[in-house]
């Protein structure tokens, strides 16, 4: 299942509307009874840079230097060939502790006692990371119960696309959260090297404020993840199926139409589409950073006041009434990877981590096919407007009631966990065991088998703890290739955030304002209502919530800018 980068607002309302917990009760999280709402809030904006108290930046030396060398962040570099690990960490520590922390899953949970998990505690130097898996699809919602009620373990990982279901995150982070800043201050360097390599922005994004109008106030209160410039998410084709029946790669909205109506065939149980929610906004120029906001003659403008949203919302109600969308994606239940590799659908919305998915996939189970994102496509001939990561991928946060020592090791084990590519660490956190998990293939490279694709590949486990000192593309060559060109052709149309530098959380209002009109853009994208309700959708999204916002996000757009 996808995981819809930062770069969009869009989320996936309908999946995260099913009900349960899914796999959560199998692997051990409570199924706790709905608790009342963390204290709504006005909304607050914080600085993410100019701190004095974040850990002091020092590079950590790559011990190879990429193969092909891009424009970071969003044209990263990329290794072609597979280097000889060398060990990242020289001492490693001496540690016994056992943690508990819950994460989102997508898809079958792999068992606890596999070794992948075991290796990867005995290299870190002893420290059992034990995750607690939740059904990714309804996460982002139930960690708000989780979370008001203590009942998340010693730590919890969030994507940063899932801070939008919470009504007061700022507030949730200071009440909830380990304060690490006293701990990681300062030069880190000793202990923990590799966290000291990370960016001074990442870490700068990892800050919190008790009191957001008080500079005073800030802290760091989670160990950051990996930025990843460029696209989060992309549309993919089956190259091959569309070479099988004459067709072209599309290049406009227009031409996806036509190619999407020349291949469906619903009575035959084709068609051309799964999802289209939470990346085609940017085919029509809408707005990704900042939550929607874009600023327009002078004013801060929401996508849904806008023409182009209801060409947008046009655009997925013709695909709906023309039986170009697979009929059973309003459930929220269908596995669009498995219908990909089936070729049940032509085009499969998800991370950029599919392309490769896919292809390893393909090879373990013998299926074939091939598989190449889309490219900046826009509708009406206009100038295509990519979304692209603005920030950290996710934060791990540790619970309040962990004593330092705990947390200190916890930090041994992010520490580990950070080393980038090239390394013994970055091998065993991101392969698994050799014989176990993967094979060297004739390059050299890892090559997962069916154990390592299911377990070591899964969207998250320990490779998602922190953020790697520095991030890279890897995998196959010619994928490595392949996404290095498909970045340069996307950069000169990356989105550019209004708000890079400040952090600004919406009022409640406006966040439950925002639910609704996702439940009603699905309304309208599948039939269940009709085209011409938009304006009342947008006025209602503007009275109970929406209007008032735009004064919150004007006064953090003219605090930044001035």
Same mark, same amino acid.
């Given at each position: 299942? &996808?995981?819809?980068?930062?770069?969009?607002?869009?989320?996936?309302?309908?999946?995260?509307?099913?009900?349960? %917990?899914?796999?959560?009760?199998?692997?051990?999280?409570?199924?706790?009874?709905?608790?009342?709402?963390? +204290?709504? #809030?006005?909304?607050?904006?914080?600085?993410? +840079?100019?701190?004095?108290?974040?850990?002091?930046?020092? +590079?950590?030396?790559?011990?190879?230097?990429?193969?092909?060398? $891009?424009?970071?962040?969003?044209?990263?570099?990329?290794?072609?060939?597979?280097?000889?690990?060398?060990?990242?960490? +020289?001492?490693?520590?001496?540690?016994?502790?056992?943690?508990?922390?819950?994460?989102?899953?997508?898809?079958?949970?792999?068992?606890?006692?596999?070794?992948?998990?075991? &290796?990867?505690?005995?290299?870190?130097?002893?420290?059992?990371?034990?995750?607690?898996?939740?059904?990714?699809?309804? =996460?982002?919602?139930?960690?708000?119960?989780?979370?008001?009620?203590?009942?998340?373990?010693?730590?919890?990982?969030?994507?940063?696309?899932?801070?939008?279901?919470? *009504?007061?995150?700022?507030?949730?982070?200071?009440?909830?959260?380990?304060?690490?800043?006293?701990?990681?201050?300062?030069?880190?360097?000793?202990?923990?090297?590799?966290?000291?390599?990370?960016?001074?922005?990442?870490?700068?994004?990892?800050?919190?404020?008790?009191?957001?109008?008080?500079?005073?106030?800030?802290? @760091?209160? $989670?160990?950051?993840?990996?930025?990843?410039?460029?696209?989060?998410? &992309?549309? =993919?084709?089956?190259?091959?199926? %569309?070479?099988?029946?004459? %067709?072209?790669?599309?290049?406009?909205?227009?031409?996806?139409?036509?190619?999407?109506?020349?291949?469906?065939?619903?009575?035959? $149980?084709?068609?051309?589409?799964?999802?289209?929610?939470?990346?085609?906004?940017?085919?029509?120029?809408?707005?990704?950073?900042?939550?929607?906001?874009?600023?327009i003659d002078g004013k801060l403008v929401h996508n849904c006041e806008r023409p182009e949203y209801t060409e947008w919302l046009e655009f997925r109600r013709t695909a709906w009434d023309e039986k170009l969308v697979h009929p059973d994606i309003p459930t929220g239940t269908l596995d669009g990877q498995a219908l990909h590799k089936a070729g049940t659908i032509l085009f499969q919305l998800d991370g950029m981590s599919w392309w490769q998915g896919f292809v390893d996939q393909a090879t373990a189970e013998g299926t074939g096919g091939t598989i190449a994102p889309l490219g900046a496509l826009s509708a009406k001939g206009r100038e295509p407007l990519v979304h692209v990561n603005t920030s950290v991928d996710a934060w791990t946060f540790l619970n309040k009631d962990l004593s330092k020592e705990q947390v200190e090791e916890f930090l041994d084990f992010a520490n580990f966990c950070s080393a980038p590519y090239g390394t013994t660490e970055y091998e065993i956190v991101n392969y698994g065991v050799e014989g176990t998990h993967f094979t060297y293939g004739p390059d050299g490279s890892p090559v997962f088998n069916e154990v390592g694709t299911k377990v070591v590949q899964?969207?998250?486990?320990?490779?998602?703890?922190?953020?790697?000192?520095?991030?890279?593309?890897?995998?196959?060559?010619?994928?490595?290739?392949?996404? !290095?060109?498909?970045?340069?052709?996307?950069?000169?149309?990356?989105?550019?955030?209004?708000?890079?530098?400040?952090? @600004?959380?919406?009022? &409640?209002? !406006?966040?439950?304002?925002?639910? @609704?009109?996702?439940?009603?853009?699905?309304?309208?994208? !599948? #039939?269940?209502?009709?085209?011409?309700?938009? *304006?009342?959708?947008?006025?209602?999204?503007?009275?109970?919530?929406?209007?008032?916002?735009?004064?919150?996000?004007?006064?953090?757009?003219?605090?930044?800018?001035?």
């Open positions: 299942m &996808a995981t819809p980068s930062d770069g969009s607002i869009f989320r996936r309302r309908s999946l995260l509307k099913a009900a349960g %917990l899914g796999v959560a009760g199998a692997a051990g999280l409570p199924v706790i009874a709905a608790c009342s709402d963390i +204290e709504s #809030g006005g909304g607050t904006s914080q600085a993410t +840079e100019g701190f004095d108290f974040l850990p002091t930046y020092k +590079e950590w030396p790559l011990p190879v230097e990429p193969d092909l060398v $891009g424009e970071p962040p969003n044209h990263p570099s990329g290794f072609t060939t597979y280097p000889e690990p060398v060990p990242a960490i +020289e001492n490693v520590p001496s540690n016994s502790g056992t943690f508990e922390i819950t994460v989102p899953f997508w898809g079958e949970a792999p068992p606890a006692d596999d070794p992948y998990f075991a &290796a990867v505690a005995e290299a870190s130097g002893g420290t059992t990371v034990n995750l607690r898996q939740a059904d990714g699809n309804t =996460f982002a919602e139930t960690s708000v119960q989780w979370l008001n009620a203590n009942e998340y373990g010693d730590g919890i990982m969030l994507f940063s696309w899932m801070l939008f279901a919470h *009504p007061n995150f700022q507030e949730t982070v200071t009440n909830s959260f380990y304060d690490l800043t006293d701990i990681v201050k300062g030069d880190i360097s000793e202990r923990w090297p590799l966290l000291a390599g990370l960016p001074t922005a990442s870490w700068g994004q990892a800050v919190w404020s008790t009191d957001p109008e008080d500079p005073e106030t800030a802290r @760091v209160f $989670g160990i950051p993840g990996s930025f990843s410039g460029g696209p989060g998410n &992309a549309v =993919f084709a089956r190259t091959d199926l %569309l070479e099988a029946d004459g %067709l072209a790669m599309p290049t406009t909205v227009e031409e996806l139409l036509d190619v999407a109506r020349a291949w469906s065939d619903d009575a035959a $149980g084709r068609w051309a589409f799964g999802g289209l929610d939470y990346l085609t906004p940017a085919w029509f120029g809408l707005a990704g950073a900042g939550d929607g906001w874009a600023y899964a969207p998250v486990n320990h490779k998602t703890m922190s953020g790697h000192v520095q991030q890279f593309l890897t995998g196959t060559p010619d994928m490595v290739q392949a996404r !290095f060109e498909y970045n340069a052709s996307m950069k000169d149309f990356a989105e550019v955030n209004i708000f890079e530098g400040m952090r @600004v959380e919406g009022p &409640a209002d !406006f966040k439950s304002a925002s639910q @609704v009109r996702l439940d009603q853009e699905a309304d309208i994208a !599948f #039939g269940r209502a009709d085209l011409s309700t938009i *304006p009342d959708m947008v006025q209602t999204f503007l009275d109970n919530g929406g209007e008032a916002a735009r004064e919150h996000y004007t006064a953090a757009y003219e605090k930044l800018h001035g």
